[in-house]
């Protein structure tokens, strides 16, 4: 019975001796991997400090190359961190406050502003351009309005199918001489140069045709109608923003053609470019006369 229990402890102690011989080796093969790595590391950086010191033009290669890897880390952790200000800015932007404007003027602003859902700051600068332009040249400012109301909804970067652009709807590529005052073509999207270069277009349409009216069919480009629905929705949203000036009901139907709105003092809107529209349209004979603005 001794015997039988003898040789089973005689064989698990063995087995633990070659375990524990096992994991001696495997300890003593990690540690020499490990030792002879670091020393071959160690070397391969001491022949390195070697060469780079026996030789200045790999040293200032190596030396620019890590500064311009760290400086790339440091603009790309930069800029994904935070966008740049720009305190400027600001001066970029067509608005103005309708609480500082003429109180007719302020009224007509809110008023769109509701009604076509466009923020009143710059449909303020709008306004109060469409007043100082209007009176620079002889035409109602509340004109001016509705036609950009029914062409655009005041929407500075509208397009239609055929190319007319911006808040008046000019055919850029027709008009292309207006625009070289302002910049160039680019101005189309430019809200207030749009303004101007639009009411130069719609003055000499109705100069042309005798009558707001005529000059309304000629500006929209009337060829295989007479343009009269698109006259009936200008001269009727013309009403209703001549009304709100005035203090007066706003109509819901349509009513006959208003009378010229007395224009107030005019008012700069802010940021508004430098350059002048100017009082005397030239001629546009030169053009199709059913091609003014846009077909």
């Given at each position: 019975?001794?015997?039988?229990?003898?040789?089973?402890?005689?064989?698990?102690?063995?087995?633990?001796?070659?375990?524990?011989?096992?994991?001696?080796?495997?300890?003593?093969?990690?540690?020499?991997?490990?030792?002879?790595?670091?020393?071959?590391?160690?070397?391969?950086?001491?022949?390195?400090?070697?060469?780079?010191?026996?030789?200045?033009?790999?040293?200032?290669?190596?030396?620019?190359?890590?500064?311009?890897?760290?400086?790339?880390?440091?603009?790309?952790?930069?800029?994904?961190?935070?966008?740049?200000?720009?305190?400027?800015?600001?001066?970029?932007?067509?608005?103005?406050?309708?609480?500082?404007?003429?109180?007719?003027?302020?009224?007509?602003?809110?008023?769109?502003?509701?009604?076509?859902?466009?923020?009143?700051?710059?449909?303020?600068?709008?306004?109060?351009?469409?007043?100082?332009?209007?009176?620079?040249?002889?035409?109602?400012?509340?004109?001016?309005?509705?036609?950009?109301?029914?062409?655009?909804?005041?929407?500075?970067?509208?397009?239609?199918?055929?190319?007319?652009?911006?808040?008046?709807?000019?055919?850029?590529?027709?008009?292309?001489?207006?625009?070289?005052?302002?910049?160039?073509?680019?101005?189309?999207?430019?809200?207030?140069?749009?303004?101007?270069?639009?009411?130069?277009?719609?003055?000499?349409?109705?100069?042309?045709?005798?009558?707001?009216?005529?000059?309304?069919?000629?500006?929209?480009?009337?060829v295989t109608t007479d343009g009269s629905g698109y006259i009936n929705k200008v001269m009727a949203?013309?009403?209703?923003?001549?009304?709100v000036a005035l203090g007066r009901p706003v109509p819901r139907t349509a009513m006959p053609a208003?009378?010229?709105?007395?224009?107030?003092?005019?008012?700069?809107?802010?940021?508004?470019?430098?350059?002048?529209?100017?009082?005397?349209?030239?001629?546009?004979?030169?053009?199709?006369?059913?091609?003014?603005?846009?077909?």
């Amino acid at each position: 019975m001794s015997a039988m229990q003898f040789t089973p402890n005689k064989s698990a102690s063995r087995a633990m001796a070659s375990l524990k011989i096992t994991l001696g080796d495997v300890y003593r093969g990690f540690f020499d991997i490990t030792h002879n790595s670091l020393a071959l590391l160690g070397m391969l950086l001491a022949m390195s400090v070697v060469v780079l010191s026996a030789r200045p033009d790999l040293r200032t290669t190596a030396e620019e190359q890590l500064l311009g890897w760290l400086l790339q880390r440091q603009e790309a952790v930069a800029g994904s961190a935070d966008i740049e200000p720009e305190p400027t800015a600001v001066d970029r932007v067509t608005a103005a406050l309708p609480a500082e404007l003429p109180e007719q003027q302020a009224k007509v602003t809110y008023w769109l502003s509701r009604k076509y859902r466009v923020a009143p700051e710059p449909l303020g600068a709008l306004v109060a351009e469409a007043f100082t332009v209007g009176e620079k040249v002889n035409l109602d400012p509340t004109l001016i309005l509705a036609v950009m109301a029914v062409e655009s909804r005041f929407n500075p970067f509208a397009q239609s199918p055929v190319g007319a652009q911006g808040l008046m709807q000019v055919l850029t590529r027709v008009h292309t001489d207006k625009y070289e005052d302002f910049g160039g073509q680019l101005a189309a999207f430019d809200p207030v140069s749009n303004l101007r270069v639009g009411v130069q277009v719609l003055k000499d349409a109705i100069r042309r045709a005798g009558s707001v009216e005529g000059g309304l069919r000629l500006y929209v480009g009337a060829v295989t109608t007479d343009g009269s629905g698109y006259i009936n929705k200008v001269m009727a949203e013309h009403l209703r923003i001549q009304s709100v000036a005035l203090g007066r009901p706003v109509p819901r139907t349509a009513m006959p053609a208003p009378a010229v709105i007395p224009v107030s003092t005019p008012v700069h809107p802010a940021q508004a470019p430098g350059a002048e529209i100017e009082a005397v349209v030239p001629s546009a004979t030169t053009r199709p006369a059913a091609a003014l603005a846009h077909s």
